[in-house]
């Protein structure tokens, strides 16, 4: 059984998420980096996007249940929840603050993220009965609580054939079947997407090497993005 990669799942939601152009004034982070580098609320509101303040997306690590033990593998649900947070002193402020609330954040987030899938490790719906204010935070901080779910594959694997095992260099080529989108990808095993600066724009096929990893998504405007794709070149 391959194993998941819940970390590179968190790479992706919040890569995601800063692909849509609603959050492009708002820091996204995991919480991974907010324990590792002891990074508080209030720092993370008072770190400036896009020249705007007062509003972050904390990503939280993952949580895995096995709701359903007799079924053999097993089968893991996961359970990821995501606060978003704003500053009023600095959120409001018609020059510099995003203008936007924590609530309009959390459905931003969900509505992006409900029934988007990521190339097979988890196919995802937004929770809606578990989006709530956040308790406890300091003063003059608000927070909106929300949970992203799905059931874990128990195997992911996804490969292209190459019938001649003795070539070393091939060339992929990507294809737009929506029509007027534009297609990212990476060989670095990062996301595809606009808020990723290692994503490269399709243009041409492209030579890569045998084992590299290539991943590819489409974007169009007014369009969801599409689902993240990959294949691992042998």
């Known amino acids: 059984m391959a194993e998941i990669d819940l970390e590179l799942l968190q790479n992706d939601i919040r890569d995601r998420l800063a692909s849509n152009p609603y959050f492009v004034?708002?820091?996204?982070?995991?919480?991974?980096?907010?324990?590792?580098?002891?990074?508080?609320?209030q720092q993370l509101l008072e770190t400036p996007k896009a020249g705007k303040y007062g509003n972050g997306i904390v990503i939280g690590m993952p949580v895995i249940k096995c709701k359903y033990p007799n079924i053999p593998g097993p089968k893991r649900h996961c359970v990821i929840g995501i606060r978003c947070m704003e500053m009023a002193a600095l959120t409001y402020n018609p020059t510099t603050g995003t203008l936007k609330t924590a609530e309009q954040m959390a459905i931003a987030?969900?509505?992006?993220?409900?029934?988007?899938?990521?190339?097979?490790?988890?196919?995802?719906?937004?929770?809606?009965?578990?989006?709530?204010?956040?308790?406890?935070?300091?003063?003059?901080?608000?927070?909106?609580?929300?949970?992203?779910?799905?059931?874990?594959?128990?195997?992911?694997?996804?490969?292209?054939?190459?019938?001649?095992?003795?070539?070393?260099?091939?060339?992929?080529?990507?294809?737009?079947?929506?029509?007027?989108?534009?297609?990212?990808?990476t060989t670095d095993t990062t996301f595809p997407g606009p808020g990723n600066t290692a994503a490269i724009v399709y243009t041409v096929p492209f030579p890569v090497i045998s084992g590299t990893r290539v991943r590819w998504a489409a974007y169009r405007p007014n369009f969801r993005g599409s689902d993240a794709g990959q294949a691992n070149i042998t």
């Open 109 to 185: 987030v969900t509505a992006d993220l409900h029934q988007w899938g990521d190339e097979g490790k988890m196919h995802m719906y937004a929770d809606i009965d578990m989006m709530m204010p956040t308790p406890d935070l300091p003063e003059g901080i608000i927070g909106y609580d929300c949970k992203i779910e799905g059931e874990l594959p128990q195997s992911v694997s996804t490969q292209v054939i190459i019938p001649d095992i003795s070539v070393v260099t091939m060339i992929v080529t990507l294809t737009d079947l929506t029509g007027g989108s534009t297609i990212y990808y």
């Open 25 to 41: 004034d708002i820091p996204i982070v995991r919480h991974r980096d907010v324990m590792l580098e002891d990074i508080t609320e």
